[in-house]
């Protein structure tokens, strides 16, 4: 019998002055960027605490605490890695990944595609099992002040039973 979860992700940074707009593993060119204790890629770390949720491990601020040191300014596709270390130490493999990115500025459609394929590259999947979609809150909110940005994540991870 085949174990198959679902897990679900969230995140939201502010957004700066002085600092780099980190989207999906790419930076965008944008006036304001993503500010975190690491390099405040909302996308990376809701499907971090997606898959993380999804093989019972806590959340990301367990593996990686924003308190740390060592996490400043890192990465995110590293956490990424990380974190399909620990869930595949589990015997756990991906499904699929679903994905929402909420920005008001700039538009991101563009972006989309090298998003998937800096994602499929790091976790090793298909860009077809990665779906990412972007929209705005009609300038509604923090998010349509342009003052941050916020991400959701929903992932299917499933293990064959031995």
């Known amino acids: 019998m085949t174990d198959i979860r679902v897990g679900f992700g969230h995140d939201v940074h502010p957004l700066g002055e002085h600092a780099n707009l980190c989207i999906g593993g790419l930076?965008?060119?944008h006036h304001k960027?993503?500010?975190g204790h690491s390099d405040g890629d909302a996308l990376i770390?809701?499907?971090c605490d997606a898959l993380l949720g999804a093989a019972n491990l806590r959340d990301i601020g367990v593996h990686f605490p924003d308190k740390s040191p060592k996490y400043s300014g890192i990465d995110s596709k590293i956490l990424l890695r990380e974190t399909l270390r620990?869930?595949?130490k589990k015997g756990f493999e991906i499904g699929n990944?679903?994905?929402v990115i909420c920005l008001q500025a700039p538009k991101i459609m563009e972006f989309i595609p090298q998003m998937k394929k800096v994602l499929a590259s790091v976790i090793g999947l298909e860009e077809d099992r990665i779906s990412i979609k972007a929209t705005t809150t009609e300038k509604l909110g923090f998010i349509g002040r342009e003052e941050g940005i916020a991400a959701y994540a929903t992932v299917l991870i499933?293990?064959?039973a031995s």
């Open 97 to 99: 990944i679903d994905t």
């Open 86 to 88: 620990l869930i595949r």
């Open 45 to 47: 770390h809701a499907i």
């Open 33 to 35: 960027g993503t500010v």
């Open 27 to 29: 930076i965008i060119p």
């Open 158 to 160: 499933r293990k064959e």
